[in-house]
């Protein structure tokens, strides 16, 4: 098969369109075709490599994908050759404490397909059987694959770790990315009312067409939290979505008494300082999560066919252009997620 391959970290030129063995599906596997795939930050993270990261080389990235059943392995029951499926890129190990409780996302040997696993940036993926859900007729291989993880992740953070409730305020901080425009849909979809600071005329018009009610330009007005404050008659919002990390510091003034700060990464770096002193005079909860249980994949992905949240695709490239579609993600100009179209 041909595949995006790479035999050490580094940069995007690290990347290459070659030739790979396809795999075989083993016990409680499927083989899945790809028809399309999609990129995360994750790609970039695990191209770049870091210390104690253990994976096979040549390493295939890609925790996004959509396709059909090519091959079953043995004890699969379910499924056909031609099925046509979106792949959920956690992979659990199904038997744990955590796993057996539903709470699949904190399997104690969890791991991503594309991170530790080789992933969809390749003609064929083998993933396990449980890993897999049905796309209806009609629905785009390349708008599931642009779903499934930013709409997982966006709906375990905002409704079960979250708890967003119908009528409250949510502030999201940053417009275009994945995970937020995700986060604008859901919470809309969820009743509540949305502010979004995000920079720019035309990644503020895309949070606006995905349901935004507030929209503040962080390139023309620095001092946000302090607009969103007058917004809310000087209240706070109940919810900030900060995946920024580094603007904990404005998302803590934005936020009401008592207010909820959800997190699932830190595009902005790892590593910043916080005021202790507003998390307990503002009795606020910092609330993290990663990725969503199964459970979760289900409810977000049946939300996404019937057409309740759209995936918002940027760019599609062909599989050999991967290295050309990293670079955009890595530049950051992105509206929505890009895509690799593969076959
Ligand atoms: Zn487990």
């Excluded at 083989?31 to 080389?57: C, F, H, Q």
């Excluded at 929209?215 to 920024?244: C, F, H, M, P, Q």
């Excluded at 290295?323 to 100009?333: T, Y």
Aim: aromatic residues 8%; glycine residues 12%; hydrophobic residues 40%.
């Amino acid at each position: 098969m041909k595949a995006v391959l790479f035999h050490t970290h580094g940069d995007p030129e690290v990347l290459e369109y070659a030739d790979f063995p396809t795999p075989e599906p083993g016990e409680g596997q499927v083989l899945v075709k790809l028809e399309a795939a999609a990129l995360n930050r994750a790609d970039l993270w695990t191209r770049s490599g870091w210390p104690g990261l253990k994976i096979e080389y040549p390493h295939i990235l890609g925790c996004d994908g959509a396709g059909s059943v090519a091959a079953i392995g043995s004890c699969v029951s379910g499924w056909n050759p031609g099925d046509r499926v979106v792949i959920n890129g956690n992979l659990s190990c199904g038997h744990c404490p955590a796993c057996i409780a539903g709470q699949d996302n904190r399997c104690r040997d969890w791991h991503l397909l594309g991170e530790t696993v080789r992933g969809t940036y390749a003609e064929y993926v083998v993933v396990p059987a449980t890993s897999l859900y049905p796309i209806p007729d009609g629905f785009e291989a390349r708008k599931a694959a642009a779903a499934a993880l930013v709409f997982l992740t966006a709906w375990h953070s905002l409704v079960i770790r979250g708890g967003l409730r119908p009528g409250e305020s949510v502030l999201v901080v940053g417009a275009s990315g994945g995970v937020n425009t995700a986060s604008i849909q859901i919470a809309r979809l969820a009743g509540a009312t949305v502010y979004v600071v995000g920079s720019g005329a035309e990644k503020l018009k895309l949070a606006e067409a995905m349901g935004a009610d507030y929209l503040i330009d962080r390139s023309k007005d620095e001092n946000w939290s302090k607009t969103v404050y007058t917004l809310t008659a000087k209240r706070g919002v109940d919810v900030v979505v900060d995946n920024v990390g580094t603007t904990f510091p404005s998302s803590f003034r934005a936020a009401m008494k008592g207010g909820r700060i959800l997190t699932v990464g830190n595009s902005g770096g790892p590593k910043f300082e916080i005021d202790n002193r507003y998390i307990f005079n503002k009795h606020l909860s910092v609330i993290g999560s990663s990725m969503g249980t199964r459970t979760d994949f289900a409810t977000v992905m049946n939300l996404v066919f019937a057409g309740k949240l759209k995936p918002v695709v940027d760019r599609d490239y062909p599989l050999a252009e991967a290295r050309l579609a990293q670079e955009r993600l890595e530049k950051g100009g992105q509206l929505g997620k890009i895509t690799l179209s593969i076959g």
